[in-house]
């Protein structure tokens, strides 16, 4: 594996909604999440964060990555239109062993760029909208979680996790369905002590010589 995954941005994308995978693949499957967009200037979240982007659509090369991730977003009225942008999705079309996920209303863009042509497929888009938008394939879309067709997952906003789980497995790595659920009502002290390996615990002691007793 590569062990680096796209992370496209877009004005007002939803930071919350990926960032559990993005932590999933970092401290579970030692993979890095690269920042993708139009150009490398700063893209704000819906939170409002300033996210500033590592490549640009003509730098990225689909054979570096194990998986492009579409965030959703609060304001698709700039994004949708961003003609930049459906022709790098536009260029991924009859790849269909490349992983491709896309979360809330992230699917819309894969649907305006062709990529769902023929894919079951989910989005948190309003009913009227889905309706009336001619590249949405009303008999394909699905009232569900997660739905994975192909190299494409798909996901409601609200399966944030769910969503992370199926796109590490989609990848290849072996994942508990609880990877992202954190602690639940049922716990223990030990549960929260945690130790170095050998090796780690080497490493401490080198990098922090001046600080530890």
């Known amino acids: 594996m590569n062990q680096k995954i796209a992370l496209v941005v877009y004005p007002e994308f939803s930071f919350q909604e990926?960032?559990?995978?993005?932590?999933?693949?970092?401290?579970?499957?030692?993979?890095?999440?690269?920042?993708?967009?139009?150009?490398?200037n700063p893209v704000r979240s819906e939170e409002g964060f300033a996210i500033l982007p590592d490549i640009t659509y003509e730098e990225f090369c689909v054979e570096e990555y194990d998986c492009l991730i579409l965030p959703?977003?609060?304001?698709?009225?700039?994004?949708?239109?961003?003609?930049?942008?459906?022709?790098?999705?536009?260029?991924?079309?009859?790849?269909?062993t490349f992983p491709i996920g896309a979360?809330?209303?992230?699917?819309?863009?894969?649907?305006?760029a062709g990529l769902l042509k023929d894919k079951k497929f989910t989005n948190s888009m309003y009913l009227e909208m889905n309706?009336?938008?001619?590249?949405?394939?009303?008999?394909?879309?699905?009232?569900?979680?997660?739905?994975?067709?192909?190299?494409?997952?798909t996901a409601q906003g609200d399966a944030y996790r769910l969503f992370a789980?199926?796109?590490?497995?989609?990848?290849?790595?072996?994942?508990?369905?609880?990877?992202c659920f954190g602690v639940g009502e049922e716990w223990k002290e030990e549960d929260f002590v945690h130790h170095l390996s050998d090796a780690e615990w080497k490493e401490f002691e080198k990098e922090f010589a001046d600080l530890i007793r």
């Open 72 to 96: 959703g977003c609060s304001d698709i009225r700039q994004s949708i239109r961003d003609e930049k942008f459906m022709e790098f999705l536009r260029g991924l079309e009859g790849n269909e």
């Open 131 to 153: 309706e009336r938008l001619p590249f949405i394939d009303m008999e394909n879309i699905r009232y569900q979680p997660v739905v994975e067709d192909g190299n494409v997952i």
């Open 103 to 112: 979360i809330c209303a992230g699917p819309i863009y894969l649907a305006k």
């Open 165 to 179: 789980v199926a796109m590490a497995r989609k990848v290849g790595y072996q994942c508990s369905d609880h990877a």
């Open 18 to 40: 990926i960032g559990n995978l993005s932590s999933l693949f970092r401290w579970g499957f030692d993979t890095r999440t690269v920042v993708i967009s139009g150009d490398k």
